[in-house]
DNA sequence: ACGTCAAATGACAACGCTGTCATATAGGGG
DNA sequence: CCCCTATATGACAGCGTTGTCATTTGACGT
């Protein structure tokens, strides 16, 4: 039924040390060779056996995607993202849930080596940007991708996969000061997470761009989460001056402003526009829909998945040198403004 | 650095297969002599190498998810669950999240097979209840655990984890008429769910049970999603005699029940109780937060995962014949009624 | 003390593949 | 046409485990 290299073997009339080489792209194999080799491949639909692989070689067929995220959809779009990469490839995936609060992740990474070979990792923040797990990746000697927010790449610019939080919210923060907003509040993220950081940063810089004075009284600590939206909003709301516009750092937190106009009877976007930010499934379901920073999270990921893979590859040094093998992989992703409902020319006054 | 089975055996002062007998359980291994290696085992930290045993044994040491849900929630939950018992076992797990509306799962079932050893499978809904995918999964021999319904476990108990999804939705129907509430609103979700029947039998029983008449005009199809919760809701609430509650079959729904109700300025739950069903992270972020049922999806997961299994392990003869070890899984669910804020007493009328 | 037999243990091949190293083969120069 | 060399191919040994089957051990009855 399931056939082994032994039988490409005996079909090709070749012995399996060649069937290796051609299933692995090996140089020093005459294109002929190559040729009856891939016919008899073909024909009994022949597939490496993993864990022969992992075994054997010193090179393995697994990576894993260590995360943390409360959001599962986040984490969704990342599995199938690499998934998609690693099914292209003959690799497999192994996902690692982990904790950031408990510092279980680097004797976590330590059994992952040991126990099963991995051949890389992709890492997501809070992780990816965390430096002690940063550090024992490395001391593990294992390949790795970072997906981060712009700021955290620093030096380490080949093994990021960068989200332009800064930019991306230059941009949603242009555009509503091209819709008439002088006066634009800012919820924050938690000031644990780089994005937060990145996105109060393109506020500030859009605002400056416009000549728009900072004025601190609209910016509002948060923390990512719809009540702390809810309770930003109201504070905004409740000033003598209150803006007429409210940017969340988040799409969740958005969703808590919209509720809080609501509450406090403020008509959307007549009287208020809101704007979120990542384009979770949240703001399609909110009322007005929400205008938002769409984050192509499994691109992201194809892309991360992609990255790892050429790395873990290019340390085989049977490896044909294959010139420009990263190209296609985007390492710097700037969301893009989705302009829906919940955004408007600011009122009239 | 990594040790493996001589190591052990070595230190120890037996064999091999000695090793291997210990770490699998199997009977014939004097006392003594498996305290021996246990001792040996721990001091090393071995653990046995997957792909080895995967490429050695005819069992495996793998198992599949398999799943195409757009709750991801939903299924980092049952994720998660999986995960907790395939560690606590040496086990992997493969995620296969597939596409229900194409064929394709049939052959991806088959790759699966041929291509890596697969000890089992969890199905989850739709997959679970479908009925071609089941009889692929027993014509390749797979042991196999659906996560399904209760209406959809038929003849197979053996193999299913149920959710009583009528017992549930009873229970709620039930919260309801003991507020006083006997006009009661039904928002039904896809027919092509074998839940949502389940869940409008379990709102019939309940209304029978308190001798209200059912009223069809009170039944409104839908499809679990939040706009149909919002048109839903709007149908029922413009009936010249609207009910004075709304069972939403599922929290999405609810949550545009909800937003429907603020638009016609009803008041949550003074003049309009709203339950939803799951107690998806949606229903803490509604305002009122949603009464709803609680599945406890990673326990589900947890319990579908030791069952399989199980299943897998009883096949190895070798294995010592554990009498009763399904032991602790639980193999019905009841979702468990949540009551926030979303519901109370019926309006004095 | 001895034979008996089940229980306990071990030797060894095999799983499907890759790495190493030896061998064969094809061109190119004399 | 032969030798040399680079290139192409193959033989074979592992990787860490399990399955099979042979061998040893110990408890028991005599």
């Known amino acids: 039924m399931k056939s082994t290299i032994n039988d490409v073997a005996a079909r090709a009339g070749v012995s399996i040390k060649t069937v290796s080489r051609v299933i692995n792209n090996e140089p020093s194999v005459r294109p002929a060779t190559r040729k009856k080799v891939m016919d008899a491949v073909n024909e009994l639909h022949y597939q490496p056996n993993l864990a022969a692989r992992n075994l054997a070689g010193t090179r393995s067929y697994t990576i894993a ?12 779009d990342m599995q199938n993202g690499i998934l998609e990469t690693c099914k292209a490839r003959g690799y497999e995936l192994l996902i690692h849930p982990s904790n950031s609060k ?29 430096q002690s797990v940063i550090d024992e990746v490395k001391k ?5 991708v970072r997906i981060v927010s712009s700021g955290a790449a620093e030096g380490d610019e080949d093994n990021c996969i960068q989200v332009d939080d800064s930019g991306a919210a230059f941009d949603i923060t242009k555009h509503l000061v091209e819709h008439g907003h002088r ?23 859009a605002l400056r761009q416009a000549g728009i004075p900072l004025e601190s009284e609209l910016i509002i600590p948060g923390e990512y989460s719809f009540d702390s939206g809810v309770a930003g909003a109201k504070a905004l709301l409740a000033l003598d001056n209150p803006p007429t516009a409210i940017f969340a750092s ?39 829909k929400l205008t938002t920073a769409h984050q192509p999270n499994s691109e992201i990921a194809k892309c991360a998945a992609a990255l790892v893979l050429n790395k873990a590859r ?4 049977s490896e044909s040198a294959s ?18 409902d919940s955004s408007g020319d600011a009122p009239a006054n």
Chains 1, 2 share one sequence.
Request: aromatic share 10%; charged share 25%.
């Open 314 to 317: 290019s340390k085989s040094s």
């Open 102 to 130: 408990s510092d279980t992740v680097i004797d976590e990474l330590r059994a992952l080596v040991e126990h099963s070979k991995v051949a890389g990792v992709v890492l997501t923040p809070p992780f990816s940007e965390t």
């Open 65 to 76: 995607l260590i995360y943390d995220n409360p959001n599962a959809y986040y984490i969704i």
């Open 323 to 340: 010139a420009n093998k990263d190209a296609g992989i985007i390492k710097k992703f700037v969301p893009e403004l989705l302009v829906r």
């Open 140 to 144: 593990l000697g294992l390949d790795y």
């Open 250 to 288: 988040n799409d969740e937190m958005a969703a808590g402003a919209l509720f809080a106009a609501r509450l406090m009877n403020v008509e959307i976007p007549q009287q208020l526009s809101i704007v979120g930010f990542e384009d979770s499934p949240f703001s399609r379901q909110t009322w007005p």
């Open 183 to 205: 006066r634009i509040g800012f919820l924050c993220g938690g000031e644990e997470h780089v994005s937060t950081h990145g996105r109060l940063d393109g506020y500030k810089d």
